[in-house]
């Protein structure tokens, strides 16, 4: 199995402020189709998890364009460039080239 | 409005059976895989196994392999997760997602959840 793992755990943001969330993997999620799956959801206290980001740096609809993503290979960040208070919750980073598809731990993000 | 719409939360006790529901709505059910989420209470997500409504194909994570049944009736656009004999470790909040290959086959839509409980 691919293990997705994330660091931090937790952060804590002041509002307006930027943040990152790393995630590698062990192994590369490049394919042989040129598309590297990886994703980003975000699991709003309450919710279900949503997702933000697909193909390491697409933003799904909706989604603000103070979300990026990037990386390549193994190596992944996601960045928040200005927090806001909505964006609390837990963030995941998923793997969907091999099966079984695998998430990484969860980072916890609070607001200061 | 593309949807996926669970059964409700449900109190069992151990040893008995379940099957909880998820359906889809606004979109063509046998076009795109579903897959369920396990999350255990205060715990991450985890990925138990995707069906293919369209010709049943089913994968499963070897974590609940043999633990569950995933199954799918076309007909009503209904994906199921299912349990012979539950255990209180089954206890958790269960999702089903849709698997969207115009999103790089990301869980694009996700249903509410169903609360499963399991206590004597």
């Known amino acids: 199995d691919i293990v997705m793992t994330q660091t931090p755990l937790s952060l804590s943001v002041t509002p307006g402020q930027p943040a990152s969330i790393s995630c590698k993997s062990s192994?590369?999620?490049?394919?042989?189709?040129?598309?590297?799956?990886l994703y980003w959801y975000l699991q709003k206290p309450g919710q279900s998890p949503q997702l933000l980001i697909y193909e390491v740096s697409s933003r799904f609809s909706g989604v603000p364009d103070r979300f990026s993503g990037s990386g390549s290979g193994t190596d992944f960040t996601l960045k928040i460039s200005r927090v806001e208070a909505e964006d609390v919750g837990v963030y995941y980073c998923m793997q969907g080239i091999h099966l079984p598809i695998t998430f990484g731990q969860g980072t916890r993000l609070e607001i200061k | 409005e593309v949807q996926l719409v669970q059964s409700g939360a449900e109190v069992k006790k151990p040893g008995e059976s379940l099957k909880i529901s998820c359906k889809g709505s606004?979109?063509?059910?046998?076009?795109?895989?579903i897959g369920w989420v396990r999350q255990m209470p205060g715990k991450g997500l985890e990925w138990m196994g995707i069906i293919y409504p369209g010709d049943s194909d089913t994968r499963y994570s070897p974590s609940f392999q043999g633990q569950v049944t995933i199954s799918a009736d076309k007909s009503i656009s209904t994906a199921y997760l299912q349990w012979s004999s539950l255990k209180a470790s089954d206890t958790a909040m269960y999702y089903c997602a849709r698997r969207n290959h115009d999103y790089g086959d990301a869980f694009d839509i996700w249903g509410q959840g169903t609360m499963v409980t399991v206590s004597s």
């Open positions: 192994q590369s999620l490049l394919h042989s189709d040129g598309k590297t799956y």
């Open positions: 606004g979109y063509s059910f046998t076009s795109y895989w």
